[in-house]
């Protein structure tokens, strides 16, 4: 993820990152402005169709479903923003959750017991690399697909086995009486937190949008696009060549933010940074449970 | 659940599955264009009305209310959408349950406990495949129905049964004091959670949309579009044939959008994988509860 | 409640229920018809204004507010059925909870404590019963109304009474050392639930939307569509006998439906079926809290 | 809060509170009606703009952002809803926690404990009255502001004095061992309701929507209704005189219906009635812990 | 933060501070303005463009996806809003847990134990000062950007240093037996909400709305506005000069309120007043923990 100071206005408009809709959307935009000028030229100078024409009023479809098509992708988009929040806000329990062991267990651990001290800073950090490394797996991807995907099993479910250590050591310092049930009882609501972060982050990555949905979205686009062009042409003539590639690049670019925000643990720009919020974690983890 | 890269657009468009809306509405859309066709032929040739009738104008109706029409079907595709994912959410949330009761279990239960570990790895992914026969029985569906339905009234309500046994089991084991008081806190937490999510699920399938809501709609999109070539053919003559069928589709496609996710636990394409989860809960369950 | 299937298109289409906004509606439909006739008639006939008069686009008002007027109403709909979904996450919290005390009930009270297993297997149902007795009661509806109704106060609040009591009995047996102090804990967090819903469906029950608002947004909708037809009588003549009424009906039938399920505990087709709920609740618990 | 029947459609319409907005905006819809008149008269009999002017199509930038203006003005009224139906749920919760605490402490206090009995009795609602004080200072609103008001600063901070004195005492019957320590942490999860409701309350009177958005969306209302007569003329000539104080009438009464309802603390109509509901908890607690 | 009067009308309309998007926006607007005016001269007086070319028509395209783009920037709004508002109430959640935990330990504190009593009474505000200090500083701001930043890199963490000695000086006085095992818990709840807000702040703060997103929108207004004269020439001719810098006032003010709120930790008027919140805490907090 890049900071960017939100207050700007000349840049953004002039920005053309890797990731930018405009630079992604390109070709297709030259195919449509080429399109619709072969529309436009084939209405006007071959066919000749009349101001008259029934071809002209086309657009009226237009506009009643051009109001219906804009809520849709609006909608898609906010739906697909509040995926990214909430794995952003799972991240945050996460950090929250993994601060407060590392306080409470430098306080509640013996100060002698190098161990297990030695043993929570690591751990805790190595979940979170562990949970990285899970969500960018193909295995997560597929775990929910109709078809089974021997291939790209792993052996174990990682994160779990790590959780499943944790409080198997836990549970062992309160049964020799090292730390106190109470203690035992703060320190176990926050592992659970661990376990839930990774359980709602494999339900963001493995559960699509129904595609039904998205393959009536695309189609709507599509053929709404196509049509155009054939009445545009009578009130705009070659314009269409500008016009029609540009309502293209406001719906299509709708479509893809969506699409590139939904899934925010991959390695694109708009992705979460999941690598540096891992690396704070170690950072402050280590801070607060200091070796000596 | 078919997992599918969401970035495509080409399949999308050409897609043609037997959950896709177009392959649903399509002997819909035949009639749509018929009527369509019939109507402007009947103006056009039969009656022969003037471009001064006013019949022509009967549209401005149709874009005075084709805002509330399209804000409306939005609003119910997301209404939809909120139940299928608050599903997912529920069956997210038995994911985590089960995993956290699994390694405390496993930490918790003396070693040579064998029949109690045994139990526990058997008795949480039988509580998951008794949630599936449960959601997917007519009882169900039918448990607040005006009327009674004692043909199909199971012998008793199975998830419960092996919630209540489980819990049973676990205060045994709390009574003889195989496990600590904290230990039956902490397991009990997770217990809960069996019981809260069947009856989340119990919800989302048994009370469906108010029936007067659902009439209303229906109604509205039949009227909107049965009314609407009358007034275009004086706009775009034939060409309603294939307009008025294509407003339909988009319509009618939300609606059939909606119907299909609201009720998640089906066998449609579109409903969640709840077979593929319950079979991933009993691997790591497995994994995380080793026999020996 | 009706349960319907949600897939059929015919039948609610021609559904005639009593509950049917169209059915409701009706009177004020012909009304309706009959006033935009009238005007028609009126302007055309008697008044015959000409096309240029400033009355013809008098429409350019109602297009410019349409939008806002649907926006409104669509939102009111929604804001109706948050509250109905609300009231039923509400009774599904009380399902959960009931089960959850009946199997640790069950589990926790000694064997041969005959009389507090009766207690607790009625004690439980009696609440949803006197809930539902309270919801349904004048007294809970004009609980916060600014007059005084002394003449429908109840003696005493039941499920209050009920609630003290379940818990009374609960800390007896807890001091007498029948349960521990684990039990009492557990159970304890059920209990409250019984409350938290009561407070929450009263809450749903005494407090309508703001006065304020519904009193604009009817006013709106009567002004709007009584401004209908004179404007519109030039464009589409005599047919605004048809398309004011439509229009109206529109309107109208979201609000109306906004009425009848923001109120869900009453006995309308469309509230919630709470006393099939409550049976449902009382046959789980007698089949979880065996007499033996 | 008085309450009405939402079924009624003649008696809103007809409804002429002084809380009703038609009724706080008459002068300002005389003042709309005069000024339009006005703006008409000197555009057709002494400017005698012709009908080709370009002042005439000036009513397509009102089109154009008619919908951005409706949109934000729906937003604005959702977003001072939602204030308020919180703000009745932060209510609603101290209503269940007062009921609870009521009932606990009727079973955990000593029978004989009169005192405490009768303190207990006594302070739950006092601390409901000395909210609703607190909450309608002025001492409240302006504790965020960035002046100082040091006149109207209270000696302190009376519903955390009483929540204090309260949790000291049940500390102190929990230390002298009265009630054991199960009782004392359940009653102390109903007690943290009491201040967490109060602080709830304080951040929706103190927290006003930004200024810089009301002062926008007010500048956005004004100029866009001052311009709307001098294109309308064209069209609907004198009427401007009645449409234009409608358009300003329905959107003016939204932000005035977000105004009144965003502080739901005050003593207006629309405000929430937390007289009553703290008279309902004094009856209910007392009811609860009789005395004797 | 200024507490202001949101009934009232002619101030808002005339306000003119610095953070009011009018005045931040008045050198664009002139640009608007000078540009548009160009454009019509341009139009008019050079090319002479007949009203019959395509030119003309090109508004079309405004019409169509004017829609698009209110609903794009009204979302944006209000997902800043929510972000501004989660910030509010992840402060409220402080000043709760800070009351809460003030009258708790000065209960549960023993009378005599006056340097615990000093070290809460200062530490409890002096968390919320330096989570102040920690939200403004430019670390946070960068704490997820792609690019390391050693250079603001602070020692440590503060908040995070300043919680782990709050629940290490607890942790003391319970090994110690100063106060009881459920002292320790009731208080540990509280503390752990100091963190969880200072994560959620910190979310808030470093991870901003997508930058693709941000930079699709920003293109948009800007092309949109730009193109907007040309059309509109033909229908107000050189009004344009003042109607699309209108526009442009709508559809930037916007985009401007969203970017001031959704950071609102700043100093910004419309920021929150965490100076305010942090001064009332440490207020109240030395209320009920009176140092004699």
Redo the contacts between chains.
Sequence with gaps: ????N??E?IK??L?W?K????RKLFPYLIIAAVFSWGIAFFELEYLKISEKS??K????????????L??????R???A?DR?WEA??QW??L??SC??L???L???LPQDDKSSRVFFRKSISMYTRALIGHLRSDYT??????LDHPEIEPD??RP??I??LM??TI??L?REGKI???D???V?QEL?TL??V???C??IK???????????L???I??YVASLPSG?VF?????VAV?VP??FY??A??EI?A?????PFGLD??D??IE??SG?IKK?VE??IPLQ
């Design positions: 993820m890049e900071i960017y939100p207050k206005w953004p408009v920005y990152h990731a930018d809709t405009m029934w071809v009023n086309i657009t009226v479809v237009h506009s009643l479903l051009g109001f219906a804009s809520l849709l992708l609006v909608f988009t906010n739906t923003y990214w952003r806000k945050g329990a950090v929250n601060r407060i590392a306080y409470k430098n306080a509640m991807t597929y775990m929910l697909d109709d174990k479910h779990n086995q959780a499943g409080f198997k549970h062992k309160y106190s049930s109470e035992y009882r703060l176990d659970n376990t839930n990774c359980g709602a494999e339900r493995n559960t699509p949008i129904p595609k039904s949905y998205i393959s009536f695309k189609k709507f599509v053929i545009f009130s705009i003539g070659y314009f016009a540009f309502v406001v719906l670019s709708l933010i699409e590139s925000i939904e899934d720009q708009d979460l940074p540096k919020i704070n402050h801070e607060l």
